[in-house]
């Protein structure tokens, strides 16, 4: 149930049922009070020659004339009970004695006055049967008025408050509890807790405050993934610019060693590449960086048919190069909105990783098509021949710098930001990518995007 809906029900019914409870016991008080009257007048007005009824009828049959006598006017009134106590203090009929009637009887037994509450107390005897005390008891005060009846129309509407104040109490608290334990959530996540978690109590509601919870939770995760990423991110490129450094140094060395004017025209040579290597290697970090926090992407309405042609054609040459043949499959038009800078380098990223890792040889296949079922999307699928990656590296490949298996690396390349590059333009464009080694060996990369 949604919060907002929790709030007002409960609030409302807490109102609604509070004024009902006062409305009906004040109904009820009422009623009970006017029926207790009148059942004092009708009591009263029975024991009005009760006495004297009582006295002749022990004259003329005794105590059990007496007993049957009591029976009877109790059933011809049923809610007025009669009751004849005997010198020993036994009810004729064995009936329990009430407790507001017992002083009655005990003042009688004593000897002292019959001072009570009761309309009728009335000592009659008989020479040979000797003496009995009749008791005219009126029925029990209802038990609303017996309860409500002490306090009053105040009393009723401060027992109204604090039932309300009470149920009010357990509503609010319901809704703070969570709320204070997002707040403490958020405190240890600001203070740099990355693993802090809301309550599995919070996240199992139902209603905005358990969305709130889990969408904290969500957060929580992106954030410990990214702080993880910038962490690991930061060891792998410290550990690839390592390597350019310590070949610079030793050749800068070389270079202050040189015999000749040939050896430290070599050993220069040397440092221009490894400084160009460096600045390459800068650049593919920069490139990371950039399309991660590029704003927004250059959308327009594109041809990927036609860009993945062209770049077939242009990539081509290398892989002759390596001997390597380039298979496509490809409609002739498939239109889709893109960035089309971001979706390229995406795509040549891919397809370069594919070339580096086939062997000589061995073919690369590229097929595009709208997927089945859904047309609102586009698969873009790169295969290739090459050693595949291991089944627990098929998500790390697209994270930069990751040093895979040694089958993978056989091929001579290092780890690199290409396929970073391309996962995170795919993702920016509200895509998908992925890998799977295929059955024949070798990789299959797939690119999914909306059209």
């Given at each position: 149930m949604p919060l907002y809906l929790r709030i007002f029900l409960g609030f409302w019914l807490v109102i609604v049922l509070t004024l009902s409870a006062v409305v009906l016991v004040n109904l009820q008080l009422q009623r009970d009070q006017?029926?207790?009257?009148?059942?004092?007048?009708?009591?009263?007005?029975?024991?009005?020659?009760?006495g004297g009824r009582a006295q002749a009828v022990l004259d003329r049959g005794g105590p059990a004339a007496l007993a049957r006598w009591?029976?009877?006017?109790?059933?011809?009134?049923?809610?007025?009970?009669?009751?004849?106590?005997?010198?020993?203090?036994?009810?004729?009929?064995?009936?329990?004695?009430?407790?507001?009637?017992r002083?009655?009887?005990?003042?009688?037994?004593?000897?002292?006055?019959?001072?009570?509450?009761?309309?009728?107390?009335?000592?009659?005897?008989?020479?040979?049967?000797?003496?009995?005390?009749?008791?005219?008891v009126p029925p029990a005060r209802p038990l609303v008025l017996r309860l409500v009846g002490p306090l009053g129309p105040w009393g009723v509407l401060a027992v109204a408050a604090v039932i309300s104040g009470i149920?009010?109490?357990?509503?609010?608290?319901?809704?703070?509890?969570?709320?204070?334990?997002?707040?403490?959530a958020g405190q240890a996540l600001g203070q740099g807790r990355l693993t802090t978690r809301v309550d599995r109590t919070l996240i199992q509601r139902g209603d905005e405050l358990g969305d709130l919870?889990?969408?904290?939770?969500?957060?929580?995760?992106?954030?410990?993934?990214?702080?993880?990423g910038q962490q690991q991110l930061l060891r792998d490129v410290s550990h690839e610019l390592r390597s350019p450094l310590t070949r610079l140094q030793m050749?800068?060395?070389?270079?202050?060693?040189?015999?000749?004017?040939?050896?430290?025209?070599?050993?220069?040579?040397?440092?221009?590449?490894?400084?160009?290597?460096l600045d390459e290697l800068i650049g593919q970090i920069l490139s990371v960086s950039r399309v991660r926090d590029q704003a927004q992407l250059a959308y327009q309405p594109m041809d990927l048919s036609e860009m993945l042609g062209d770049l077939i054609d242009s990539i081509?040459?290398?892989?002759?190069?390596?001997?390597?043949h380039l298979q496509a499959d490809l409609p002739d038009r498939l239109a889709l909105s893109a960035d089309p800078e971001w979706l390229r380098r995406a795509l040549e990223n891919v397809l370069r990783n594919a070339v580096t890792h086939s062997p000589a040889g061995g073919e690369i296949q590229v097929r595009a098509c709208a997927r089945a079922g859904d047309p609102g999307m586009v698969e873009v699928t790169i295969s290739d021949e090459g050693p595949g990656v291991a089944a627990d590296q098929l998500e790390a490949i697209f994270e930069p710098f990751v040093r895979l298996s040694i089958e993978r690396s056989e091929t001579g390349a290092g780890g690199g930001v290409g396929l970073a590059i391309a996962r995170t333009a795919v993702e920016r464009h509200g895509g998908t990518i992925r890998a799977e080694n295929r059955p024949a060996g070798g990789l299959s990369v797939t690119l999914a995007l909306p059209a």
């Open positions: 006017d029926a207790a009257a009148e059942m004092g007048q009708r009591a009263q007005r029975f024991a009005e020659g009760m009591a029976r009877g006017d109790q059933q011809r009134h049923r809610r007025i009970t009669v009751l004849v106590i005997d010198d020993t203090g036994s009810e004729l009929l064995g009936r329990r004695v009430p407790t507001r009637a002083a009655v009887v005990s003042n009688w037994l004593s000897g002292r006055a019959l001072e009570a509450p009761l309309p009728g107390a009335q000592v009659i005897s008989h020479p040979r049967h000797g003496e009995f005390l009749v008791l005219l149920a009010c109490l357990f509503l609010a608290r319901s809704v703070t509890q969570p709320i204070r334990a997002l707040r403490r919870g889990r969408d904290f939770d969500d957060m929580a995760a992106r954030l410990e993934r990214l702080v993880a050749a800068l060395t070389l270079v202050e060693q040189a015999r000749t004017p040939e050896d430290r025209q070599r050993h220069l040579d040397r440092t221009a590449l490894e400084i160009q290597r081509g040459l290398e892989a002759d190069a390596a001997g390597v």
